[in-house]
């Protein structure tokens, strides 16, 4: 089992930046790949970015290259998201998972993320 805390979420101005954290802990491998998603209100959860846990690839969606940075400090098993540039189309909740196997395994309880116009 992996739990994932994520924290940093809140309300801030179009063209401002937020960084959101989110800690692993539990039962955790080299293998493993750990992503942010979010889901705005009356849409499907979307991928944003990832990671490799040794933090050497990462991949971002379209929608946020070059605003959104995914980053991770091995030493506090950590992964944060770096969110520059920020648009009123990027509020949502945001969700930390990890990829165990072939798809995300596990979740965070989200972190809401408000970007007023």
């Known amino acids: 089992q992996v739990q994932l805390v994520e924290s940093g979420g809140g309300l801030v101005q179009a063209g401002g930046s937020l960084r959101l954290s989110c800690a692993a802990s539990?039962?955790?491998?080299?293998?493993?790949?750990m992503g942010w998603f979010r889901q705005a209100p009356g849409k499907e959860r979307a991928f944003v970015a990832s990671?490799?846990?040794?933090?050497?690839?990462?991949t971002y969606a379209d929608s946020v290259k070059g605003r959104f940075t995914i980053s991770k400090d091995n030493a506090k098993n950590t992964v944060y998201l770096q969110m520059n540039s920020l648009k009123p189309e990027d509020t949502a909740v945001y969700y930390c998972?990890?990829?165990?196997?072939?798809?995300?395994?596990?979740w965070g309880q989200g972190t809401q993320v408000t970007v007023s116009s």
């Open positions: 990671i490799t846990w040794s933090g050497a690839s990462r």
């Open positions: 998972a990890v990829r165990a196997s072939g798809t995300y395994d596990y």
């Open positions: 539990g039962r955790t491998s080299s293998n493993y790949r």
